[in-house]
């Protein structure tokens, strides 16, 4: 017992020692760089990068240098300040179906290169391999390298850690939040450092690496594979141990799991089950089947229980509906995982994803007061890291929201030479930053495109918090509208800075619709970035059904195939197998909603199927189990999309009212009241729909206040309908308000201002679009002169729509030898590239006018036809309305009038519109009254049998086209 205790003492003691240190712990340390995967798509030995085969390769190296030979590592993928001196820079090439290959390399000197064999990624236990093979095979390479630079291995006979130290880490473990797992990591590698690899530490910091991986997954870095490898490796190690068979594939199963990869996690199992090893199975395992089963009940029951492990199943929980694209069962998940786990930041990061505007509002500004008060927490909990509080105590309160930039700059500083423990102080500043510039992307994004309001002023605030990170030039156009010109600026902004880095980008979206990464940012276009991004992130569940809704049909339905082999359990790619091949699967709906356990949005798609085919009673009988289960926009809408059509009109409108009852987790309520009031403006009744309108326009979104506006003018309430415009147009960047006041000739001039607002957003004052704009308005207030100065002084390039607007200047300032000159010289202008066969006609049209001074009846009557006949809106109104100036012209005012009113009556091209009002007045008419029509927002069910004489007509249609090309 004496002895024990002796032992129990010391080990405490030495696990406090590495927790200090102190110099003599650790005298040396090694660095390694980020390396970038070549690409190549062509010839049979194409590359493809994979971040995590590359961390794979890259962690192994930093497991050998730390676990081997006892020293410090320094990671430039966690942003880790290097050593001066020894650091390492490793090449690696991952050529497709063959073998993943390093070279590692110091001072441009080649110390070790090997190539191992590997299966891909959608093929199972390929993960599990390739870490194999970085111990087994890369392993003793990278120790002979280490040995080469004069580094020795360490011997150090395993000693088993104390009750008292695995029962800290473990009450770490079961706190899921990343500062827990920080710290159980940090714990577990500081015992490793002393007593060497036991089962007990090594499985533990694979759990630990594992539940860090999770809870990076929204990062803007892609910090997750760093700890999804580690995760690995340290699992994989656990073969290595004698007797430890069970526990190997136990942890590699847990690891799988957390990443994302559950068919590799059900495979370990099936593998150790194949082994009969008759150990006992850790209760975390239940957890594990659970998820890879995707059995939301089963966690459900755990989280609500009394174990130790209910917050990992609270997150859980959540996984399993996070993806499935049932968003609001995912949002009532979250909250109901919240109760069991409040603090967590993962959740509310998952939430953001999903929610709309409502919720938003709480899950882009409570994420920074949470972090205050976790960092506050944990930092009390860290006293006995003297690493960590030493740099605590030279910082007022390092928590707070001002106080986080020089606490991490602090942090990263002290990793250099006084902190030798594993994860580095600098990793624990890294993760803050990460933090700090998720929620700052977040709560930008939701300003821009939620709420339409300008967000630099917030971007701008929040500077310091970004001013290092290696997306800091993308932080700067957050806040603007991500048109291709704002986008080159923003990778021109990136370039400056250097070869960013880039390999380590996620996937989450906030600063481009699929951020880059894999490619340098000195060379490359967006879409090359874009395309990187898309064949290098990994085939973890939220990367694949990211690719997945972005593939064309054929091949996202091969992808859904190849995911059987990464999770085939999941609700996602059921749902997505039956809607893109429901003619093969029709016939087994019963069998995929048993399989996903009758998952919500498997059952939404099933009611969709069968609504699209013409089938709508069953449709109905899914949409109404649907409601049963998520209390949804997409089933309450759907259910009374289908009660209308079969002539139930108060049923639909009483099932729309039912919807209203429930919380309203976005806009759905304003939503499918602004289909209703649409609908019933379709219906001729807006006396009947301005009261759906105005629930609609509660939620102040700029559609529903649109749809108020013209319900207004439709029952000709203008004074109400102007004060609605204004409204809109004060918070969101439109020219309806303008539109308005030019139709019905109110308050033109603050209807311009306003206007002007929103044009000098988009447009320098030097534009040629803005000077022509503003020409335009010199038009309706009377000053036509002005306007050909300003038209004639943006006319670079002439284009046949300018010389029209400069003719009508010209006709309206009683210049009519200028007017005609101008006529003749559109005729002569040379076609522009994207111009179609109508406006070839105009020109033959004005060439022959403009030498006869008459109107050549039979190109006029081909013009007319072609005018009439065309399927574009564009050519309906934007040529038509240039036909009827040049008939106004020379005298043919009637023939004029008839292409002036169908322009006006228009909604499409704002200008033309307003200028066919302009000449309809100025030739003593009336401006006709626009009635704002919408089609039904519940449109007509299509028969299997009409869709398919459809499909026919169709093809015959198209055969006809061929043989009359060929003759």
Known sequence: MLKQMKLSLLTTISVLAALTSGPTLRAESVGLTMCEMPSRTEGEDWYLPSVFYRELVRQGFLKVARDDFGLATRDAALREPLPAGDTFDMDIVN???????????????????????????????????????????????????????????????????????????????????????????????????????????????????????????????????????????????????????????????????????????????????????????????????????????????????????????????????????????????????????PTSLRILHGMDRLAGVGYRHSTTAYPDQLLHHLLSGHLEQLKDDPAISDVASKVDNPGALDDRPKFVALLRDHSVDKDETEPSTAVFGTIIEELDVLHLAQRAEFFRRSLGVPAEEFVQSRKEHYKNHPLAACFDFLAISPTPANRDKMMNALKDTGNVDVNFVGTRKYIFQVIPKQLPMKSGTVADLSNAAYTSSPAFEPDYCIKIRSASPEYALQMLHWMSDINPNSPFRAAEILRLDWEKEKDNVEKWLQRTKRHPSVIATVAGRYDYYGDPASSEKYWREYITAVPSHTGYSNLARLQYLRGDKQAALDTVRQFLQQEDHGLYHASISNAVAQTLMAEGDPGAALEWAKESANSYSGWSLDTLAQCYVNLEMFDEAHETYQALDERYTSQKLYFFAVRHERDLQDAWELRKVHLLRQFDKKDPTLRVLAALHQIYTGNPARAAKLIEGAMLEETYIDAIYLALAMDEAGDTEKRDETIQRIADLKPQKDEGDLVAEIRELLASTSKNSRVDKTRLAKLMKGIDESEYEADKIVVGFCVAFVLESIGETELARKYYVRSAESEYELNTVLLSCHRLRRMGDDVPRIKFSYPSRFKPIVTAQEKAAAEQKAKENANENEETESE
């Open 95 to 341: 050529i497709q179906k063959k073998l993943l290959s390093f070279s590692l390399k110091q001072n441009d000197k080649l110390l070790q290169e090997a190539e191992a064999e590997y299966r891909i990624l959608h093929d199972r236990s390929a993960a599990a391999s390739i870490a194999a093979s970085v111990l087994n095979e890369f392993g003793p390479k990278y120790a002979q390298a280490l040995e080469d630079t004069g580094h020795k291995k360490r011997t150090v006979e395993p000693k088993e850690p104390t009750a008292e130290a695995l029962a800290k880490i473990d009450a770490l473990l079961n706190h899921i939040e990343i500062f827990a797992q920080y710290r159980a990591v940090r714990l577990c590698h500081a015992e490793l450092a002393v007593n060497g690899q036991t089962s007990a530490i090594v499985s533990r910091l694979a759990r630990g690496y594992a539940n860090m991986s999770q809870l990076c997954t929204f990062y803007l870095t892609e910090m997750r594979m760093c700890y999804a490898a580690r995760a690995l490796l340290y699992a994989t190690e656990l073969h290595k141990m004698p007797k430890e068979k069970a526990t190997a594939y136990w942890n590699q199963a847990y690891v799988f799991t957390l990443i994302g990869l559950t068919k590799d996690s059900m495979w370990q199992l099936e593998m150790l089950e194949k082994e009969n090893v008759g150990a006992k199975r850790p209760d975390w395992m239940q957890l594990v089947d659970a998820m890879n089963a995707y059995d939301f009940k089963t966690l459900h029951d755990l989280a609500d229980s009394e174990s130790d492990h209910r917050q990992l199943a609270a997150l859980l929980m959540f996984r399993t509906a996070e993806f499935s694209g049932a968003g609001t069962l995912a949002i009532e998940t979250a909250k109901n995982a919240m109760q069991y786990m």
